[in-house]
């Protein structure tokens, strides 16, 4: 039987669980969570049990570009001397194009992702970057990016160190100028002022490797990844940067510092790459690592572990090492996340590499995924009463789909449950769960039948089975919708991303276009502009995603003609 709840109701329950007075139609209202001076888009990325959030900034403008030193032949239409906004636009977007001026060492290096916490305004999280010498202003070179924040205002994340134009040599002790650093992205922990750069449980990695924390609990306790070994890639690429080829130009890697040759292929990797669409190829073979502070308040790594390949066949071959990844952290320090590991996927087939969810407890991991039906799955999220979250990618008619489960990991018996969501083949990620079992993340509402849909931010409540799409709960002049929610704690405040109309000052026009906007959402006093019926409780429709993409197929076979049309 499908009972159906109005979103009046929803709205009400929200509003009890962050403790304010609200009638049964009130809406939740949208804070937007502020952007600092230049930035004109923000990301929440994470938010403590008092509604502090974590908000990531993007789109910046007014940094301390040296037009000096642009070649301008490549902006022979432009005044580099006096420049407008266009000229400022057209020289940043170069600048950090791994096409045009990006992947050049001896070009200027800009931030794109700079960080602030939201306390009633927005405050920048300094102290990342560094005055440049030559300017007298900060390099505005730094991404730094928090994570998550916790109730004793420790904030995590990733953040590299400026970069520094320095005047060195090349192999032929020939003078030249680059913009550089001496590390990596790494991760951080900031408190009370002070930023500590969180090390490798592994000491001799080359500039320290990369890392980043993910999560934090109020136990000072912070997990994420770390650098635990070169790739094999990496290793080649020092013996390419080392050894001269015959021609010797200056296109040969080993004509310039290693240092330089080392940073254009971590460039082209991990920056390039995503730039361009694709995902990230990390040069280093990260894994699971915890954090946590000594009785002298120094912080000190913990490698939580990963699976291991099989031997090699090859006698002369090495063993390769597989990766993962900690996602959240809860108060016992149990870790959730995903790990490689080599199974046999089907009847017939052996080691296939597969990405599964974990937990890491008590220095071992336990896997989450069914059978491996699915060759990628994560654990997003844990609670206090050690419920997980995650979801697994599985075939749903034509593509792909990711399904939401959780599982109650106390009970040695249970496995994962796999509520249907907005509809059988609706796609919807788990961000975050609350010790009130209620679960926020992305959700797909439209039934159209293509590889990529419009999405929303859900609220999906575990013992009503209860999935709510966000945006019927706001007010109807809101100017805002949805798009996705990250993090939700105990009083029922949820951190969103939003679409909301921005306007961008662009010389004498105005540049107007919906942009993404950090906002929470807490307890309203307006009238709800949802359709009634909006949210529904399918008591008994829990499936297996093997189910649910029979059931799919199924559908799509009866009703393909009619979604012909618009696939």
């Known amino acids: ?112 992702q700079i960080s602030h916490k939201y306390d009633g305004q927005p405050v920048a999280l300094e102290g990342f970057d560094s005055i440049d010498a030559e300017t007298n202003r900060e390099t505005d070179s730094v991404n730094y990016i928090g994570t998550d924040i916790n109730d004793l205002d420790v904030i995590v994340g990733q953040a590299g160190e400026p970069y520094e134009r320095r005047v060195t040599t090349n192999r032929e002790q020939e003078e030249v100028q680059y913009f550089m650093r001496d590390s990596f992205p790494r991760a951080f922990a900031k408190e009370a002022g002070a930023i500590t750069f969180l090390p490798s449980s592994v000491s001799d990695l080359y500039q320290g490797g990369t890392s980043r924390a993910t999560a934090v609990n109020n136990q000072n306790q912070a997990v994420g990844y770390a650098a635990v070994a070169n790739t094999p890639n990496l290793t080649n690429r020092f013996d390419v940067c080392a050894e001269p080829s015959d021609d010797e130009a200056e296109s040969d890697p080993s004509y310039e510092e290693l240092n330089v040759c080392i940073w254009r292929y971590w460039y082209s990797q991990e920056v390039a790459t995503v730039a361009n669409g694709g995902s990230r190829s990390p040069i280093f073979v990260e894994q699971a690592h915890a954090w946590e502070q000594s009785e002298q308040g120094e912080w000190q790594a913990r490698h939580l572990g990963a699976y291991e390949a099989p031997e090699p066949t090859d006698e002369d071959a090495q063993r390769i090492l597989l990766t993962s990844r900690a996602y959240d952290v809860n108060e016992q320090g149990i870790a959730v996340g995903t790990a490689q590991r080599v199974v046999t996927y089907f009847e017939g087939t052996e080691n296939v590499l597969v990405n599964t969810a974990v937990v890491f407890r008590d220095g071992e991991l336990q896997d989450l995924q069914d059978e491996y039906r699915s060759q990628n799955s994560l654990a997003t999220a844990i609670n206090d009463d050690n419920i997980v979250v995650g979801y697994t990618s599985e075939r749903a008619g034509l593509f792909n789909r990711d399904r939401a489960f959780y599982v109650d990991i106390e009970d040695p018996s249970a496995e994962p449950t796999y509520p249907l969501g907005f509809f059988n083949t609706s796609s919807w990620r788990p961000r975050a769960i609350n010790n009130n079992k209620q679960v926020v993340g992305q959700g797909e509402v439209s039934t159209l039948q293509a590889a990529v849909r419009p999405t929303v931010g859900f609220l999906y409540d575990i013992e009503s089975d209860t999935i709510t799409d966000l945006n019927t709960l706001l007010p109807c002049d809101s100017g805002y919708r949805i798009i996705d929610a990250v993090d939700i704690n105990d009083r029922g405040e949820i951190l969103a991303v939003a679409l909301t109309e921005i306007v961008i000052p662009i010389d004498d026009t105005q540049s107007s276009a919906d942009r993404i906007r950090a906002v929470r959402l807490q307890a309203g006093s307006g009238e709800a502009c949802g359709v009634e019926e909006e949210a529904r409780e399918r008591q008994g429709a829990s499936m297996h995603p093997l189910l649910a993409g029979s059931m799919a197929l199924f559908a799509l076979l009866i009703t393909l003609r009619r979604f012909r049309a618009r696939s």
């Open 1 to 112: 039987m499908i009972k159906k709840y109005s979103v009046s109701l929803l709205a009400a329950s929200i509003a009890a669980s962050v403790s304010f007075a609200s009638n049964a139609n009130d809406s939740i209202e949208v804070v937007d969570l502020g952007a600092l001076e230049g930035a004109y888009e923000t990301y929440p990325t994470g938010m403590n049990d008092a509604g502090i959030a974590v908000v990531v900034n993007r789109n910046l403008w007014n940094q301390n570009i040296r037009f000096e030193l642009i070649d301008p032949e490549r902006f022979e239409d432009e005044d580099l001397d006096n420049p407008d906004d266009n000229t400022y636009r057209l020289v940043r977007n170069a600048l950090n194009s791994p096409g045009a001026l990006g992947s050049d060492p001896a070009s200027q290096k800009l931030g794109q």
